[in-house]
């Protein structure tokens, strides 16, 4: 599995008819649940792109890390 961040949020990174480019808002969580604004563009699968507040990118950093560990055993 390849993650890409892109720090800062790059609203370049995402299509142009996308939540996180048009709304530039945290799409990992959602608008609706979600205030905080962007801080990273990611690529993450299954997820495709998503623009992810602080919060979020935490979360993305620690689900691939687990992930990866369990690749290792």
Same mark, same amino acid.
């Given at each position: ?7 800062p949020?790059d609203?370049?990174?995402? *299509?142009?008819?996308? /939540? @996180?480019? +048009?709304?530039?808002?945290? #799409? !990992?969580?959602? &608008? *609706?649940?979600?205030? !905080?604004?962007?801080v @990273? #563009? ?7 792109? /998503? #623009? ?9 950093? *620690? *689900?691939?890390? #687990? &992930?990866? +560990?369990?690749?290792?055993?």
């Amino acid at each position: 599995m390849e993650i890409r961040i892109v720090m800062p949020f790059d609203q370049a990174f995402h *299509d142009p008819r996308s /939540v @996180a480019a +048009t709304e530039r808002c945290c #799409s !990992q969580h959602g &608008k *609706d649940y979600c205030d !905080q604004p962007p801080v @990273a #563009s990611v690529y993450y699968p299954p997820n495709g792109r /998503v #623009s992810a507040c602080a919060r979020a990118l935490h979360g993305i950093v *620690d *689900d691939a890390l #687990s &992930k990866f +560990t369990q690749g290792r055993q």
